[in-house]
């Protein structure tokens, strides 16, 4: 039987783009502080999962909500299913947007909001490929579960619960990257950074940074300047700007204290080169102040350890795996004031490291005083070969819908739900040559290539399961 599946998607444009607009529309970033027994990550996940759920009860698909953390889209009889692992939750809005970033805008071909490429335009992308095949009535022999987490852009919390609760297939896909095929994920793991705090120098307060996987866009700092020339200050930091013109930045004064603002580009931590540290730029201008000896081990450990030093070399820690590729740090929530002195490195590594290797390199090089510790989970390197009959099938129908005859199977720094199944893996939806805008301000999509990514979707889980 051939298939038209681009035609079928193309049936089905305007419905995808309709309850795809609606689920942009939610803002599901993770809000704790706003947490119930009823909505144990806040409102806007809960809210976006029960929407998608929606979707999929209307088109008369087998749901489960596990506790308004996961959620299941069942189709199929057999007992032999494979994963579709999407999630619904979105890093938070972030600064720099031209638009609402929850209020979906088209313009030139693009949909503009926080989602639209990570990860709920590839999740409706799977699930209309899903609806495509359900309402062809074409013959399977294996089912399918689509798995919905809420919480994959902190700490896993809802597909963690969906796996103590329910049976989890152990082959399987995430939308969640690139084309063709991503067949491995470095390692992950932040490190909780511990300095000695000042009491008493000029440096007020200094933070940045909004989540361990986003390089931080913007930097404030709060200048004492009762023991500092203000003229001087204030050329000094203009010729900084001079001097750095891939930041842009702000300095104000009230009674004697300065605040300073550096901006620069955020981006997905696993590629920290592609962003422009906010935080380390602004440390780095700080160290041209009059500091105390604690302020001091704290932004000159910044300046020379961390400021472009995207792969580790001056924590001692650069590895490379000629598969994987090179280990990254990126320094992503900063804070220092007369309580607190912390960074939080998020490090991605290859095989060759685990967390308790990186965790004795880091306090061997570390000042005096200073302490690193794993916060939240360490995940481990993951890999399936790209001789494996699950990365063999996406790949002919990536080749069955493009032209692209060159492109293979690839590692990423990223991490996705496909790393929980022994043969899973990362398909689509972003194409090669894509511009990269997760976590980034202005995220968007180009719809008719999610329309593409849903044929490709479409006749790969056709393949999969028939």
Do not use: C
């Not at 990860?119 to 798995?147: C, Q, R, T, W």
């Not at 200094?206 to 050329?235: H, K, W, Y």
């Not at 961390?306 to 000629?322: K, M, R």
Request: overall charge negative; glycine content about 8%.
């Amino acid at each position: 039987m051939s298939i038209d599946w681009e035609k079928e998607v193309s049936h089905r444009s305007d419905e995808l783009l309709n309850d795809l607009s609606e689920l942009l529309s939610i803002d599901s970033s993770r809000d704790i502080e706003h947490k119930t027994d009823d909505f144990p990550l806040g409102p806007g996940p809960a809210k976006a999962l029960q929407t998608f759920l929606h979707f999929a009860d209307r088109d008369g698909f087998s749901t489960k909500n596990v506790d308004n953390l996961a959620g299941r889209i069942e189709y199929g009889e057999s007992k032999d299913a494979i994963a579709i692992l999407g999630h619904v939750d979105v890093v938070p809005e972030g600064a720099g947007w031209n638009t609402n970033a929850f209020e979906p805008t088209i313009k030139d071909g693009r949909i503009y909001a926080r989602g639209t490429s990570d990860d709920k335009g590839p999740s409706i992308a799977a699930y209309y490929a899903l609806k495509i095949i359900k309402e062809l009535k074409l013959p399977v022999s294996k089912s399918v579960h689509m798995i919905l987490g809420t919480d994959e852009e902190s700490e896993w919390v809802g597909m963690n619960r969906y796996m103590e609760t329910e049976q989890m297939p152990e082959t399987g896909f995430s939308p969640d990257a690139e084309f063709p095929v991503i067949n491995g994920e470095k390692g992950i793991v932040s490190f909780d950074l511990q300095f000695p705090v000042s009491k008493n120098g000029v440096v007020k307060s200094f933070e940045s940074g909004l989540r361990a996987n986003m390089v931080p866009q913007n930097a404030t700092a709060t200048i004492d300047t009762t023991d500092v020339d203000i003229t001087d200050l204030i050329e000094t930091f203009n010729e900084y700007l001079k001097q750095n013109n891939e930041v842009s930045g702000n300095i104000s004064n009230q009674e004697n204290i300065f605040t300073v603002t550096i901006e620069g580009k955020g981006s997905h931590a696993m590629e920290p080169y592609n962003g422009v540290n906010a935080a380390t730029y602004l440390a780095k201008f700080i160290t041209l102040l009059p500091l105390n000896n604690a302020e001091k081990t704290y932004f000159e450990f910044i300046t020379n350890s961390l400021h472009l030093d995207f792969y580790g070399n001056g924590l001692s820690i650069n590895n490379e795996d000629d598969v994987m590729g090179k280990l990254t740090v990126s320094p992503d929530i900063l804070k220092f004031d007369h309580e607190q002195a912390s960074i939080l490195l998020n490090i991605r590594y290859p095989k060759g490291d685990t967390g308790d290797t990186l965790t004795e390199k880091l306090n061997n090089v570390l000042p005096a005083n200073v302490t690193a510790s794993i916060d939240g989970h360490n995940q481990l390197p993951h890999f399936v070969s790209a001789d494996d009959p699950l990365v063999q099938s996406l790949m002919d129908a990536y080749r069955a819908h493009t032209d692209d005859e060159i492109s293979a199977p690839f590692t990423v720094g990223g991490g996705t739900y496909g790393r929980i199944l022994k043969h899973g893996v990362a398909f689509g939806a972003m194409f090669p040559g894509d511009e990269n805008v997760m976590h980034q301000a202005n995220e968007y999509v180009v719809f008719d290539n999610l329309l593409k990514a849903t044929a490709i979707y479409a006749d790969a889980i056709y393949r999969l399961i028939k």
